[in-house]
């Protein structure tokens, strides 16, 4: 079984998100880069399922060189091959994105097949939206222009005979899908509990070597005028007392709350 | 008063401490133990952990290092930890993998000799006895030491803050943005400023004290104040990868010792059920103060930078294969953690030179943070730290050539890698040298000078230009090579050469201060033990004590005129000495103080023909009685206007001759050619500041005058005692009447052939001195008998050793061992007197 996943260098949560002045970019200065958090759940769950059922797991990312670093992330925990979409110098909106992802995708596949017939990945993995500018367009795009069906929002996958098994939360339960192979999942956090790089896994992504391939897609309909920092809502902090003298204000508090 | 910030500052407070960490915490312990009250503590960050170094640091302190005052407070530090029950010895091993470290491992456990620290020497076998998950394969053996210990920083720094809020009703304020310090600027004549207050972002506080205690970001702290504390805020990559089942089963956060691997620069420490690997062996990834993310822009916390792991990489192929059982391990997080890195190694404590009661306690690691927090606390207190000698560690060592990004920059960028690296006592930098040079450099050039760097001058150590003498003399290369280094056997022949005829010294390096005015003379009295009011035209040697009867300097002081002092002090204590002298000095306009270092060169001139070279030169009388001892002499030289100053620092009669700087060299060419029929050589400061000196027992600042020695035990003590009142002359009188325990004395080494029949040369210092049964010797103070100096005498063709001993074993023909590269070399006490020429008989020729 061949798996791909598509995953999006963004930069690192966690703390204050500076906007650069031209109002464009995020300042990751501070920051760092990281996985959107969906597709790190994607990889793991790729990486899974070969180690259940055997295959390769590939992963790409449309970006820059710097974006190597995630994908040689994905290879630390467990994916075989890296495929770079070399971003250049354009500007990306979604459908532009999702066009020449789609033109990669359809590369690699005729790559792997033989005899003029391409081989399709059985299973395309995307994360539900990305942690960035969470579009929740470029995976739903590039199944449409693959012809191939899409369910978003899964957290949990199984190999059946002939089908994936694709399970998506709901209200009170799980609805299931039965998708045909070939078939794309937009997959959300939560799906499993990714694991870390070990150092041997880091020294092998190390190794590996990143298939690069050009991006040639029209722009599309949108773009970005600016990016907006709205103003965080603080809460008010209330200090209720130290030591046991604390202790009345607290169940007070708890009672106002109804918990006791 | 409880531990939780109020909204708003006090207007008023004795001292403001900047800076929650492991540092500020325990200044404001040990100021509250020392009594101080109404005392103010404040981080930008919260409380316990604000989010500087102490948050991430791998917390344990490996005690043995070959510096004192980092071994001492490094051990002093570790007992603060234990005494507060936050501590576990662990135990630790720096593990070998080359030939060179195994030597640099009997080195280290020479030094935990000298310190009393217990150490072992193993095999790698021994090494898995106690690290069965190390692969022994890889290593040559290993240097254990049962006290490593590994102490939780935080909880420290919470105990003594509380400490400090029960004991002296500290007010604490977490989340508090240090705005501007604000000092004083009216003019005075000491050319200093004074701390007033320090703004925040919850108001205004007046403050007679204030202690910036910002780790990293200190420098930009003292900026505020217009000043300068040299320090980097540089990357220590470490990650933690876990679990593993053998270290969960020790249910312990530490149940191994902690391994260095000293060849590859890095360290695995157990954390709980995980391994923290930690490098210095990455490139030097150094950041500007200002480039640190604040708190809330931090995804951990400021000083847990983002994780570069293309740095860390070829440490994780070298950790795997020292414990394979990593490579399998998940990296569950991993930092670029900071740290403070300063130009020469050294913290920076006391208070700053340009800044009245501005005091900085930086620089300074978890290993060094409870005794460092003391040190500084003690200064602050008694004027002077009580614990030890903290001379190498006074913030106002530093030269302004010091004190810019782009020094300290290209220090940092070179010594990262020497944090675990065989550094030998007489390393020379590669960068940023030649920033302070004498007017001679062209022809020292020309004479194929090995210049060493002291701090920012430099200065010829030995002149290729003389390798002819090493064939006159018979001498030869030494055999091993780490004697061999940093060394050429020229500087011997330079030796004797000056002995046999004589040799002309660069000494462009002192640093020349002036007081004038009509309180010159009395303040230059105050400030020294022996009498200063001496006739125009009359030198003396003496050392500058502080309040406490210890050396803060020995330096010589000359009546230049009724009115005016001058003082000549050592290119490494310039710094420290002109701060003492602006802090002492009266405000009342009656003294002026000069700064005269780069307006006067000076040369020395020394040995049998020195006399007969410069009488060519001048028409005065340069005989004993025209020139006596200590006569400071107007002459004029080929021209010039210099002055003769008759001493000797070498052993040899002969002058040290001031001139002007312009005209440095033109005095340089007219003694060369006076001295060219008479044997005269440049020589190298090898023989003025060791081979010269050792023969001759002169003591050295630094070296053996430290504040925690006084005049009588060094010997330095006069018969009698000037009436005038001077600083520490209270302790010094009872220090006279008490009678000296120990005595400053020097030692020759018997026989320096080592285990493999090589002769050895000693160098470095701190080497211990032992009785014959091998039993360290211990004063009363607890101070443990070690080599001050080390150096290989030219005219005995012996090693001779400096150090103090008890009065029973300071008696000539006592026998005693030294200890060097971890081998027993019996020795000689010669005495409180020198080795070589102990009537002085060619100092009076």
Not at chain 2, 98 to 127: N, Y
Not at chain 2, 146 to 174: C, H, Y
Request: glycine fraction near 10%; hydrophobic fraction near 40%; charged fraction near 25%.
């Amino acid at each position: 079984m061949k798996i791909l996943c598509c995953v999006k260098r963004v930069p690192a949560p966690g703390a204050k998100i500076n906007i650069t002045a031209d109002g464009q970019d995020v300042d990751a200065a501070h920051l760092g880069f990281t996985t959107s958090p969906h597709e790190e759940c994607a990889v793991e769950g790729a990486v899974q399922l070969i180690e259940e059922h055997g295959g390769e797991v590939t992963v790409m990312t449309l970006g820059t060189s710097d974006a190597e670093e995630q994908l040689r992330y994905a290879v630390s925990v467990g994916a075989h091959h890296a495929v770079l979409v070399d971003a250049g110098d354009n500007t990306w909106d979604p459908q532009r994105i999702a066009a020449a992802l789609t033109a990669a995708i359809q590369d690699v596949e005729s790559a792997n097949g033989s005899d003029g017939t391409a081989e399709p990945f059985d299973l395309i993995l995307f994360g539900n939206e990305s942690a960035d500018s969470g579009g929740f367009q470029v995976g739903i795009r590039v199944a449409h222009a693959l012809g191939r069906p899409i369910v978003q929002g899964i957290k949990g996958i199984e190999i059946g005979d002939d089908a994936i098994i694709a399970r998506r939360e709901i209200d009170g339960g799980f609805e299931v899908y039965e998708l045909p192979r070939p078939a794309v999942l937009g997959v959300k956090e939560g799906l499993n509990l990714p694991r870390y790089p070990t150092m041997k896994g880091r020294l092998a992504s190390k190794k590996v070597e990143i298939g690069t391939v050009g991006a040639s897609a029209d722009a599309g309909g949108q773009a970005r005028l600016r990016l907006h920092r709205p103003e965080e809502a603080l809460s008010e902090t209330v200090i209720l007392g130290t030591g046991p003298e604390a202790a009345a204000a607290v169940v007070d508090v708890l009672d106002e709350l109804g918990v006791l | 008063m409880s531990d939780i910030p109020t909204s708003a500052v006090p207007e008023k407070a004795t001292c403001v401490v900047i800076g929650a960490g492991i540092v500020g915490n325990c200044v404001v312990g040990h100021l509250a133990r020392l009594g101080w009250t109404d005392l103010v503590l404040l981080d930008k960050g919260p409380l316990p952990n604000p989010g500087g170094s102490t948050g991430h640091a791998s917390n344990f302190i490996f005690p043995v290092d070959h510096n004192k005052e980092m071994a001492l407070l490094g051990e002093q530090s570790a007992n603060q930890y234990r005494d507060l029950g936050l501590s576990v010895d662990s135990g630790g091993i720096e593990v070998a993998r080359t030939q060179e470290r195994m030597d640099e491992l009997q080195r280290r456990m020479t030094s935990a000799t000298a310190w009393g620290i217990e150490a072992h020497l193993l095999s790698p076998a021994e090494v898995k006895e106690l690290v069965p998950f190390i692969n022994e394969e890889v290593i040559m053996g290993g240097f254990y030491c049962p006290t490593v210990s590994v102490v939780d920083s935080l909880e420290t720094g919470t105990v003594m803050r509380k400490e400090a809020i029960e004991k002296a009703g500290l007010q604490v304020f977490a989340n508090t943005e240090v705005l501007d310090l604000i000092t004083d600027d009216t003019p005075r004549p000491n050319g200093r400023r004074k701390i007033v207050a320090v703004e925040t972002d919850k108001g205004t506080i007046e403050a007679e004290h204030v202690v910036i205690a910002c780790g990293v970001w200190s420098n930009r702290i003292a900026y505020m104040a217009d000043t300068y504390i040299p320090l980097v805020p540089a990357v220590h990559q470490m990650a933690d990868v876990g679990p593993m089942d053998i270290l969960a089963e020790t249910g312990n956060e530490i149940g191994y010792p902690i391994v260095r691997d000293m060849d590859t620069f890095c360290y695995e420490r157990q954390s709980s059920g995980s391994m923290e690997v930690g490098s210095y062996g990455h490139r030097a990834i150094l950041h500007h103060p200002d480039d640190i993310p604040s708190n809330e822009e931090a995804a951990l916390s400021p000083t847990e930078m983002p994780f570069t792991p293309d740095d860390f990489d070829p440490q994780m192929e070298t950790a795997i294969e020292l414990m394979d059982f990593l490579g399998d391990a998940e990296i569950k997080y991993a930092i670029n953690g900071l740290l403070s890195l300063t130009p020469d190694g050294m913290p920076c404590l006391g208070e700053l030179p340009d800044v009245e009661n501005l005091w900085s306690a930086a620089a300074v690691w978890v290993k060094e943070g409870p005794g460092m927090g003391q040190v500084v606390a003690e200064w602050m207190h008694y004027g002077y730290p009580r614990v030890i000698d903290a001379h190498g560690a006074d913030v106002a060592r530093f030269y302004d050539e010091e004190k810019s990004d782009e020094h300290i920059w290209s220090r940092a960028d070179e010594s990262f890698i020497k944090t675990y690296g065989i550094v030998h006592p007489a390393e020379q930098w590669g960068g940023r040298r030649h920033l302070v040079e004498s007017p001679f450099r062209s022809r020292q050039e020309a004479l194929g000078a090995e210049f060493f760097q002291a701090r920012v001058w430099e200065r010829p150590q030995w002149y290729a230009s003389n390798a002819d003498l090493v064939e006159r003399y018979g001498l030869e290369e030494r055999p091993v090579e780490w004697d061999n280094r940093w060394w050429s056997p020229i500087t011997v022949g330079e030796h004797l050469n000056l002995r046999e005829h004589c040799g002309m010294i660069d000494l462009s390096a002192f640093q020349i201060f002036e007081l004038e005015g009509p309180g010159a003379v009395e303040f230059a009295d105050y400030l020294a033990v022996n009498k200063i009011d001496v006739p125009v035209g009359r030198s003396v040697y003496t050392p500058w004590l502080n309040h406490e009867g210890g050396f803060h300097s020995d330096l010589t002081m000359m009546r230049m005129a009724d009115d005016r002092v001058r003082i000549v002090t050592g290119v490494f204590d310039g710094g420290r000495d002109e701060f003492w002298v602006r802090k002492h000095m009266p405000n009342d306009g009656s003294v002026t103080f000069t700064n005269l270092t780069k307006q006067i060169s000076t040369l020395g001139l020394w040995g049998p023909n020195a006399a007969t070279v410069l009488g060519q030169l001048t028409d005065h009388d340069l005989s004993q009685e025209g020139s006596p001892y200590g006569s400071y002499l107007p002459v004029n030289i080929a021209g010039v206007d210099c002055h003769l100053f008759r001493i000797s620092y070498v052993g040899d009669a002969g002058w040290e001759i001031y001139v002007p700087w312009d005209d440095a060299t033109t005095v340089w060419d007219a003694i060369m050619e006076a001295g060219a029929d008479h044997g005269l050589r440049i020589t190298g400061g090898g023989v003025y500041s060791l081979s010269g000196r050792i023969e001759k027992g002169y003591r050295l600042m630094g070296a053996e005058l430290e504040s925690e020695y006084n005049p009588v035990e060094a010997g330095l003590a006069r018969p009698k005692v000037k009436a005038a009142d001077f600083i520490g002359k209270e302790a010094y009188l009872a220090a006279r009447d008490a009678g000296a325990e120990v005595q400053c004395v020097t030692l020759i080494v018997d026989d320096n052939t080592d285990r493999n029949g090589n002769p050895r040369y000693m160098q470095g210092g701190n080497e211990p001195i032992l009785t014959l049964d091998g039993e360290r010797i211990v004063d009363s103070h607890g101070r443990a008998s070690r080599v001050t100096t080390a150096g290989y005498s030219p005219s005995l063709g012996k090693n001779l050793l400096m150090g103090y001993l008890p009065n029973e074993l300071a008696v000539p023909g006592t026998k005693l061992q030294s200890m060097y590269m971890n081998e027993l070399y019996p020795c000689t006490v010669v005495g409180p007197g020198s080795a070589f020429d102990p009537d002085d008989s060619r100092m009076k020729a």
